[in-house]
């Protein structure tokens, strides 16, 4: 799948844009299922909020079970001061995780495409499990930014192999929150390590390293821009510092994540994402 030249750019930076991977007719499927499941889920009690920070990210049971599950996360800005919704249930949703991949036939397609396969043998991610996946919204107005993060700190495997596909299903500009990455920061240390507590019923972050992330603009001058057009893929190295800002335009960026690991490695089960014995992960191809 990727040239000689490519695998070196994501040797080199931690990360690689890969233009038209996603064909328009997927990315509307993919779209119009994402609505489908916002549309049929009823929210519990308690109200799981994804926090626009990572490292404040809720611990809630939803959360800790949503590994093998498809689950609903709030935007964080999505509640007026009584606590109710400020707008349609559909513009207040953060995203769409953790096992759609394994447990929706629409994504489960589109997850396990071949063409994957490929690239995990392309960049040396040896048996390839499919771990983890997102249908991110990043809603108008409301959509939360995602503070300077490392992959690896939330899905930890020994040696890490952790491997991020992002796909773009809108176009994402400066505008509505695109990506940035830290180019060639995926040969820094691992900063932080977030646990699923010994009790199980919580998570604590572990500090290994005290190497400053990149600071967001306008401080830092680390990270840069991925403004993508809708249909591209972007590989991340999951040890590469990168960060999304808030929405305040009036234009959504739908994007879909796949978590990959290497089944050779170690994955610890103090991992936040469990799944149970007979929902084992499976290989990419
Ligand atoms: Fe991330």
Redesign the pocket.
């Known amino acids: 799948m990727l040239s000689k030249d490519q695998i070196e750019t994501y040797q080199r930076d931690g990360f690689l844009v890969v233009d038209d991977f996603v064909p328009p007719r997927s990315r509307a499927r993919l779209r119009e299922r994402a609505v489908e499941i916002v549309d049929a889920w009823e929210p519990s009690e308690q109200r799981s909020v994804f926090t626009t920070n990572e490292q404040e990210r809720v611990s809630d049971g939803e959360f800790l079970a949503s590994g093998s599950s498809i689950w609903c996360f709030f935007e964080e800005d999505a509640f007026g001061p009584d606590g109710e919704l400020t707008q349609p249930k559909e513009l207040s949703i953060n995203k769409i995780g953790h096992a759609q991949h394994d447990l929706d036939d629409e994504f489960e397609r589109f997850s396990y495409d071949p063409r994957l396969a490929e690239i995990t043998t392309d960049i040396g991610l040896v048996d390839a499990l499919a771990l983890q996946s997102m249908y991110i919204f990043k809603q108008p107005h409301i959509g939360g930014e995602?503070g300077c993060?490392q992959?690896s700190t939330f899905l930890y495997t020994d040696p890490m192999s952790v491997t991020?596909f992002w796909f773009a299903i809108e176009d994402a500009t400066l505008e509505n929150g695109c990506l940035w990455a830290a180019p060639g920061g995926h040969l820094g240390p691992l900063r932080q390590l977030f646990k699923r507590s010994p009790s199980g019923d919580g998570t604590v972050m572990e500090q290994l390293d005290d190497t400053p992330l990149p600071e967001p603009p306008p401080v830092g001058s680390e990270l840069v821009p991925l403004e993508v057009a809708a249909g591209t893929l972007v590989i991340l190295n999951g040890q590469l510092p990168?960060w999304s800002d808030v929405n305040r335009s009036g234009t959504s960026r739908h994007a879909y994540t796949l978590h990959c690991i290497s089944g050779t490695a170690d994955y610890p089960d103090w991992n936040w994402l469990q799944r149970p014995a007979d929902m084992p992960l499976r290989p990419l191809a």
Do not use: S
Request: net charge negative.
């Open positions: 995602v993060h992959d991020g990168h």
